[in-house]
Every structure is written in C-alpha cells, then in structure tokens.
C-alpha cells in the first residue's frame, strides 16, 4: 500500500516516512501543496497523509483540488489547530479523517488502517489464499502452517497481491502501489521479487498461487 505524506516540516515527514515504512507501506513525500496535489494527481495511491498549513497551496486546497477532480483516495487531514469548527471545515472539503497536532503514530496508524479496510477491504487483518496466509497486523506469513521470512519489499508485494486476489494485476499497478517515486520502471525489479517470492512461499510440494499472465501482468489464486 502507498502513501503519499504532504508536510511541510521536515522532522515530521521524515519521522513519518520511516515510522510507516516500518508499518510495510510504501511512502514518497511532499514538502509543499502544488507538488502534493501534483504527485496526488498523478499516482494511484492508497490513502493522503495531507497537513493543512503547508507552502504555496494549503491543505484545504488541495484536497478540494483532489475531491473536484473526482479523486476519492482517501485523506487524512493534519492540523496543528484543534477546534471544533476547524475539524468541521476539514471534512467539508472532502477529507476522510482529521488529526490534530502533535499527534500519537499509533492514533494515526490505527485511522489508517481502519480507512483502508473501507470499503473494499471488509476481511480482517489476516488475508488466505489457499493455505497461504498473510498477517498484515503481525507483517507475518504463513504457508500450510509454518512461517515463511519474507523482506519487507516481498511481504508488501505480496500483501498487495492478496488484496488483490483473483485480478490480474499489471506491471504498472504493481510499480505505484508497492514501488515508491524512486523506482526504476524499466528495471527487472519486479521480476526478481516474483521469482523469489515464489521460491519462498513454494513450500514442499505447494500448488503453485502466483502465476504470471503473459502480457497483462501477475495474478494470485489458487
Ligand atoms: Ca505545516
């Protein structure tokens, strides 16, 4: 899952970029409101960490930007002031939650997760395909019972495999949900992560849950 986190202060983008990398998502950053409605627009991301007093464009801004142009990724506003009527205005621009600053990261993550659970993600944490299981709370995996180690780059492929289970997913999905701004698209990034990806959740004798779709992409089923 990819995050985009629009703040102006560096020391907070940058404890929110590592703390969520941690958490297995996928973050690139923003430091003004033109570039975060920029990068907004212009990739497919799972939820907006959008702080409202920012450089150039407000948060307010670009969330009404975002919303008029039919984008429903969800947001999260934050805000250093904590007043009712401002919470109010927040939400009236189109944003999915509000979070007043300073704010705990376990009170942020826990909004998270509950935003992206809604509304295609109604299972619980734990994601099966077959006997194939992926705790995205404890970020551990399970294949007929016994625990597979995955790096945090094949667990958060293979999350969004699962999410996605039964679809045939592209190339290019791949690349803007589970590769940030950075990534090389041209590169064989993916390719190899499959590969060994599949080596490991193989098990002994397993049947075979990642299959390639020549020409479209990758699909997980079994
Ligand atoms: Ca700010």
Known sequence: MRIL???DEKSISDFLKTSLEEECFVVDVASDGEEGSFLARTNDYDLVILDNVLPKKSGKEVCQDLRGRGRLTPIIMLSAKAEVSDKVDLLDTGADDYLAKPFSFIELKSRIKALLRRP???EGSVLKVDDLEVDTR???VKRAGKEVYLTRKELMLLEFLMRNK??????SAIMEHVWDIHADPFSNTIESHIFSLRKK??????KKLI???PGRGYKLSA
């Open 5 to 7: 986190v629009v703040e």
């Open 120 to 122: 295609r993600n109604v």
């Open 138 to 140: 404890e970020h551990s």
């Open 166 to 171: 039964g679809a045939v997913v592209s190339r």
């Open 201 to 206: 959740i193989g098990g002994a004798g397993g």
């Open 211 to 213: 299959h390639t779709i």
